[in-house]
Structure formats: C-alpha cells, structure tokens
C-alpha cells in the first residue's frame, strides 16, 4: 500500500474537486437559452409550480434591482424566478 502524506492528500482531494466543478459547469446547458434574452448557456430553475425556466448566468448572478451580487431568488405571482440580493430580498 502506498504511504501518502497529509500534503499530497490534500493536493490530490483539492485536484479531483477542482476537475469536477469545472466537469458540471456549474448547472449551465450550452444547449439551452435563457429565458429572458436568448443567451446561452443557462441553468434550469423550476418553479413551485412545476414550470421550467433556463436563465443565463447574467441574470442568476446580478441583483434585477441594484446590479449588485444576487444571492437568493424567489418567485414572483408571474411564476417567473427573480435574483436579488440580500438586501433587496428582506424588503
């Protein structure tokens, strides 16, 4: 059996999880267009309802209000996902 150390365990642990995020893509389909503008790739979101909407990173990512980092999303009486921040989500 071979001997790894504390430090090639960690470096190898830290390769495989660094190869793996960039494998998934972080949940975007090149072959699907967002929602709103048409761009590609986009990540799936289903609502509460069951309806599937793909929206592009740039709308998953900027708060809709502010432009800032949007960190929570809801759904709005439209069944649509909105992406805010956390400051414009407790309003």
């Known amino acids: 059996m071979i001997a790894l150390s504390k430090k090639m365990l960690s470096i190898l642990t830290s390769g495989i ?5 960039t494998a998934c ?6 072959n699907k267009t ?3 503008d048409d761009k590609s790739p986009a990540k799936k979101f289903v609502t509460s309802k069951g ?3 793909y929206y592009c990173k740039d709308h998953v990512t900027k708060c809709i209000i502010c432009d800032e980092k949007a960190t ?5 009486l439209m069944d649509f996902h909105v992406f805010v921040c956390d ?3 407790n309003k």
Request: glycine share 12%; hydrophobic share 25%.
């Open 34 to 36: 967002c929602y709103i």
């Open 51 to 53: 309806t599937e909407r």
């Open 87 to 89: 400051e414009h989500y």
């Open 25 to 30: 893509g972080g949940g975007y389909d090149a």
């Open 72 to 76: 929570k999303n809801y759904e709005n």
């Open 17 to 21: 999880l660094l190869l793996s995020l």
